[in-house]
């Protein structure tokens, strides 16, 4: 897309100069070969006409010369024919799009509608009749059209950055004005004006009144030699059908063509043909033809109700050759005149094109896939020797592709499917989605020879086809496609603050499920906007970043949807609807305070709903109780609500909601989970009847309110807590169908370090659970072994109060106690819950006996259960620890708890009543992993450790991998210099002698790996 510069004159130096040489240099070049006119390169103007809907046999313009059907032979456009005659005709031109404003929003940013997320008209927004005729309950549910960006980089932007005199205006259709701000000057024009439609009878559609703006635009432009762009978009020639009484009258008294009959659409086309005939008058009235650029393209194809596009299968609305081939001319300056290209262009291309003849010479824009084609124009519709294709981002070889993920074309007896497509050369691949579980089917056409698609080759060439899906499903990929969905396949999606995506206004979802506006929650603006930091937290598998919330702070995502809205619509293979509207949230979040009520997350309004609020519930004056709300169009809701801080602290840590809505018919209700384990449950009325529509189309939100109003705000009882959020939120996930206890348990751990973490070893009645249980109050996790169970790594904020401050080997029992103390305030820490709930509740007591060997030195134990209850906060990350009456060790009779002398190994005999419970805290701290000779120091007596234990035993393991290895030197390292009372995380600038020992130790490990490989 580079261009040369062309002179040092000033631009309009150069535009008036070219002007009065156009004619002599247009010659020259001519006659030199050359690819186009310095006039051109100086600063053309450039007039584009947007015919709506016309075919791309709908002028009496043949467009092909080897297909005598590639022009009407009815309708008469003598003007566009003088048009061809005088420049060149792609008979390989096509709209971006089947559709009209998705062909003008690609248009305008050279991007393709897939890459937009726009692939149907503006207007199908949720709640609309478009949106409801093509969009639900049926068995694929299409991906809404997002509304047009005027801020980003559009064709008139960049037409001033290769030239800021350019004056630009849009006359006539913009079709992108949803919500009506959205208007051409907002989007870079400097004029813009869609009048109001005049009288049939006096100009139908209103296509002499724009071309008169256009006209007048261009002589204003003229007079003050300033260049131009100008795009006109006519209504014309989309339906309903407008035209005059005496065109009606002279196609009458015509005989019908064999393709096209249609008096009033004939009416119609004639004219918008003279209309376009006015503005032609007017560049050459002006003196201008030389210097300025005409293009003439349609939006999409003719809807074959109206006009026939054949030979081209079928029209508007699909990727059909008849939906996407149009009209596509060009003349101006350096184009040979009466010229045809056959190759391939697209409406997407014309941005690119107008900024390279406007001399623009920066990098193709970031995004824009629109192709150059200015070299085939000043070439005779020829690539130039040496340019095999037109270069198009994410096109590896130039290819075109067309996105309608869509269904647009629903009947009793037929359906049109959602579908993708790719041109490579003379092939075509069309891919037609499955739906109902059934697999993709696909058709390969050559459309050199077959223009009319209706001879598949994709059997007889396997191959070809599986390259050209390759080539389609890698492009798609790459432009972030969104496709339609079945509501009824299971569906997750996690957002994660340490990936939150490429955008810096949004937060993207880790998982794709092929649906940009699905996965995406998008930032509020200016003081609005979370913003991304650190999330210091004890959960190692926890996202290492978080949004933060202020307090005004919030985001926006479209609306939860998990079931049909009614029955399935009368059409072929509706497939069944899915009217189980279950649902489940989860919230990984920290709480700045609890003083004020607090969004997590919602979707809905005050008529329909989903919710997860903070509030008071109690009204005790601390907002710390979490409400779940589910609330159907109807008016039936269920709610449940629990404290968030039973056992946690999501002051100070990060605290795991989580929400499930069951919808099933035989088990319907409502629950809450906090830290993976079950909180409260409210049950629902059963049957089919009693069904929670609760799934409207409002905006979801996230720390505040989204769309129009806050979720499940409405109906009878318990409303949401309404407030904005202020915190970290670090992970949100969503599932359209309910979790099961056991699937939230996993969830959970998986945040969390593995249970057996730092357990060395074991003797006797001793086990480690395979899983952390979420609930270890009495009775809920039972078993005849003293369970060891890792909770928590982290750093003491303030001191800790313990039953025994463990200095070295000791023993306690009935009468021999542990001395109390205090932990200091930031100690490193691992702390561990060793829980015994024999099995049952039978009479009689249970005895135990055993040990577990710790990886880190013990240096305190909490048995009293005061001291557990008020450490759970700080220590514990189970769920659910019960009541205190039934926590806590009480040692007595022959109980005892030995501590090793190396601080390491925890030896015991227990007994306990088989109705009861015991339960004790350990807590270790780490000691230095590269002090192999344990004497508090790490050193080079320690290296010499590693080097005899390389590659042969674990005496130099630092890492606790069981080997001795490279890893472990590292170890070694890092830590070198470093004593038992100091931190072994951190790391000084080793000593002169540290460095040449460092320097020993490295090629000790290069002999080290050799052994190991030998």
């Known amino acids: ?279 032609m008058a007017k560049i050459n009235e002006l003196g201008i033809a030389d210097n300025t650029y005409i293009f003439l393209v349609s939006d999409n194809g003719a809807p074959i109700a109206y006009s026939s596009n054949a030979p081209l299968k079928d029209g508007k609305v699909t990727i059909s050759e008849g939906g996407v081939r149009i009209p596509y001319i060009v003349k101006g300056p350096g184009v040979q005149a009466n010229t045809f290209s056959d190759v391939p262009v697209l409406t997407t291309d014309l941005m690119t094109t107008f900024a390279s003849l406007a001399g623009y010479t920066g990098p193709t824009p970031q995004g824009v896939e629109g192709a150059d084609f200015s070299p085939v124009l000043f070439n005779g519709g020829e690539l130039p020797e040496g340019m095999d294709y037109l270069e198009r981002q994410y096109a590896e070889n130039g290819e075109i592709y067309f996105h309608n993920p869509h269904n647009p074309a629903i009947g009793v007896n037929y359906r049109i499917r959602p579908q993708s497509s790719v041109r490579d050369g003379d092939f075509k691949l069309v891919v037609t989605y499955g739906d109902n579980g059934g697999p993709d089917t696909y058709a390969l056409y050559n459309i050199k020879t077959n223009i009319s698609e209706n001879i598949n080759l994709a059997a007889s060439m396997p191959d070809k086809m599986a390259s050209m899906k390759l080539l389609l499903d890698n492009y798609l990929e790459a432009v972030d496609a969104s496709f339609a969905y079945d509501v009824k396949a299971p569906t997750q999606l996690a957002w994660k603050g340490s990936q939150p995506g490429a955008l810096s206004t949004a937060w993207r979802s880790t998982i794709d499920v092929k649906y940009k506006a699905r996965e995406t929650w998008t930032l509020g603006t200016a003081t609005e906007t979370p913003s991304l930091v650190n999330a210091v937290a004890f959960q190692s598998g926890l996202s290492s970043k978080a949004f933060s919330f202020d307090g005004n702070d919030g985001m926006k995502g479209r609306f939860f949807h998990v079931g049909d809205t009614g029955p399935r619509q009368n059409t072929v293979t509706p497939g069944t609807p899915d009217f189980d509207r279950s649902v489940a949230a989860d919230v990984w979040f920290s709480a700045a305070d609890l003083t004020h009520n607090q969004v997590l997350l919602e979707s809905g309004n005050g008529t329909q709903g989903i919710s997860m609020t903070l509030g008071d519930a109690d009204a005790n004056g601390s907002f710390n109780d979490l409400r779940f709300r589910v609330l159907g169009v109807s008016g039936d809701s269920l709610t449940v609500t629990v404290p968030v801080n039973s056992f946690a602290n999501p002051l100070t840590d990060f605290i795991n909601a989580t929400a499930v809505f069951s919808d099933n018919d035989n088990a319907r209700f409502v629950e809450l989970y906090i830290n993976g384990s079950l909180a409260g449950r409210v049950n629902g009325t059963l049957g089919s009847a009693a069904s929670l529509r609760w799934d409207g189309y409002d905006d979801a939100g996230l720390g505040k309110t989204g769309g129009s109003g806050l979720g499940a705000n409405g109906g009878a009882g318990a409303l949401p807590f309404n407030g904005a959020f202020k915190g970290k939120m670090a992970e949100v996930s969503y599932w359209n169908y309910a979790l099961t206890p056991n699937q939230i348990a996993n969830n959970y751990n998986a945040k969390l370090d593995a249970v057996s973490f730092g357990v060395k070893a074991m003797t006797g009645g001793t086990i480690v659970p395979t899983a952390r249980p979420t609930n270890v109050a009495l009775g809920a996790a039972e078993s005849n072994s003293l369970q060891v169970m890792q909770e928590r790594q982290h750093r003491l904020a303030s001191a800790l109060a313990v039953d025994g401050v463990i200095l070295g080997g000791q023993t306690a029992n009935g009468s021999n106690h542990f001395t109390p103390g205090n932990i200091t305030a930031g100690t490193d820490f691992t702390s561990y819950l060793l829980h015994f709930d024999p099995v049952g509740a039978a009479a009689g007591n249970s005895t135990i006996t055993g040990s577990v060997t710790f990886a880190y030195d013990i240096i305190g134990i909490v048995t009293a259960a005061a001291k557990l209850v008020a450490a759970d906060p700080i220590l514990g990350s189970i769920g659910q620890y019960g009541a205190a009456a039934d926590r806590g060790l009480l040692l007595a009779g022959t109980d005892f708890i030995t501590i090793s002398a190396n601080r390491r190994t925890l030896t015991y005999n227990l007994t306990i009543a088989n109705n009861d419970a015991a339960e004790f805290r350990i807590l270790t701290a780490p000691t230095l992993p590269a002090d192999f000779n344990g004497d508090g120091f790490v050193n080079a007596s320690d290296l010499v450790i590693w080097k005899s234990a390389a590659g042969s035993t674990s005496a130099g393991d630092a890492n606790g991998d069981g080997l001795t290895d490279g890893a472990d030197f590292l170890v070694w390292q890092r830590t070198l210099g470093a004593s038992s009372g100091s931190s072994a995380a951190i790391t000084g600038v080793p000593e002169p002698a540290s460095a040449a020992l460092m320097a020993l130790g490295a090629v000790a490990l290069v002999g080290a790996v050799r052994r190991r490989v030998a």
């Open 1 to 279: 897309m580079r261009m040369p510069s062309t002179a040092s004159l000033p631009q309009a130096d150069r535009t008036s100069i070219c002007r009065q040489l156009a004619p002599v240099l247009l010659a020259v070049f001519a006659a030199l070969g050359q690819s186009r006119t310095a006039c051109a390169a100086a600063a053309p103007n450039i007039v584009l006409l947007v015919a709506d809907d016309m075919g791309w046999n709908g002028t009496s313009a043949l467009m092909d010369p080897t297909v005598p059907g590639s022009k009407s032979d009815f309708y008469q456009t003598p003007n566009i024919a003088a048009l061809a005659a005088g420049g060149m005709r792609f008979s390989s031109g096509y709209a971006a799009s089947p559709y009209c404003a998705s062909t003008r929003a690609s248009l305008m940013t050279g991007k393709s509608p897939a890459q937009i997320q726009m692939t149907d008209i503006k207007d199908a927004q949720p709640g609309t009749i478009r949106y409801t005729g093509g969009y639900t309950n049926l068995p694929l549910t299409p991906p809404t059209p997002e509304l047009f960006d005027p801020t980003q980089l559009t064709l008139p932007r960049l037409l001033k950055q290769a030239n800021p005199n350019y004056q630009t205006a849009l006359f006539g259709k913009w079709h992108l004005e949803i919500p009506t701000t959205i208007t051409p000057v907002a989007a870079g024009f400097d004029v813009s004006s869609d009048p109001a439609l005049p009288p049939d009878e006096v100009d139908p559609w209103g296509v002499q009144l724009i071309s008169n703006m256009a006209n007048n635009f261009m002589q204003t432009n003229v007079a003050s030699d300033t260049p131009f762009f100008v795009e006109v978009g006519y209504r014309a020639v989309h339906e309903p059908i407008r035209s005059r009484q005496a065109l009606r009258d002279k196609y009458a008294a015509l005989p019908p063509g064999t393709v096209h009959k249609g008096v009033p659409y004939a009416a119609m086309t004639e004219d918008l043909d003279t209309a376009i005939g006015t503005v």
